[in-house]
């Protein structure tokens, strides 16, 4: 008799396909756009950043720091670099000088929006290389990878 259930075992299985799996899709997209993308594209953080500020315009720097899963000084010094870049604009809150919001720079808009669509264009004909039960797959999947990375954002984490 195995020690391990059936249950067990396919979601071992799905977790460490999905392990395999997302970082090369992320890596196959990213040197895509990478290659297409006519100015220098910004580093992995930076852009997770940038997307996170044209989500929550107006967000703080802890704020950003919890949503991305990063300390506030890491944003922090991230923010700085891309303030000097002029990717980034802080602006004080009105209320609490010590507190600055975040805001994109139209650069960073255009540049964002620009990344975004090689995106688009590059998964969908991925995409249209697919079988239609692969494609119906995958559509349905979306749903559960969205709870999935929500489930893994709010866990608690690990004590040492």
């Known amino acids: 008799m ?9 979601t071992a ?7 395999a799996c997302l970082p090369a899709l992320y890596r196959a997209l ?3 756009i990478a290659r297409d993308f006519p100015h220098p594209k910004p580093p992995e953080g930076q852009l997770m950043l940038l997307r ?4 929550h315009e107006g967000c703080t720097v802890r704020e950003a720091a919890e949503a991305l899963l990063m300390k506030p000084n890491n944003v922090s010094a991230l923010v700085s670099q891309m303030t000097e870049q002029g990717m980034l604009e802080r602006r004080q809150d009105r209320s609490d000088k ?4 975040l805001y994109l720079t139209e650069t960073s808009r255009r540049r964002l929006a620009q990344v975004r669509a090689l ?3 590059h998964l969908t004909e991925a995409l249209a ?7 119906d797959a995958l559509g349905s999947a979306t749903g559960a990878l ?3 990375a929500r489930h893994l954002h709010t866990a608690p984490a690990a004590t040492r």
């Open 52 to 55: 996170h500020v044209a989500q």
């Open 98 to 101: 010590r507190v600055a919001h």
């Open 119 to 121: 995106e688009q264009t």
């Open 30 to 32: 990213d040197r895509r």
């Open 2 to 10: 195995s020690d391990t259930s059936a249950p067990t075992q396919r």
């Open 146 to 148: 969205v709870s999935l």
């Open 129 to 135: 290389a697919l079988t239609d039960g692969e494609l």
């Open 13 to 19: 299985r799905v977790a460490a396909e999905l392990a």
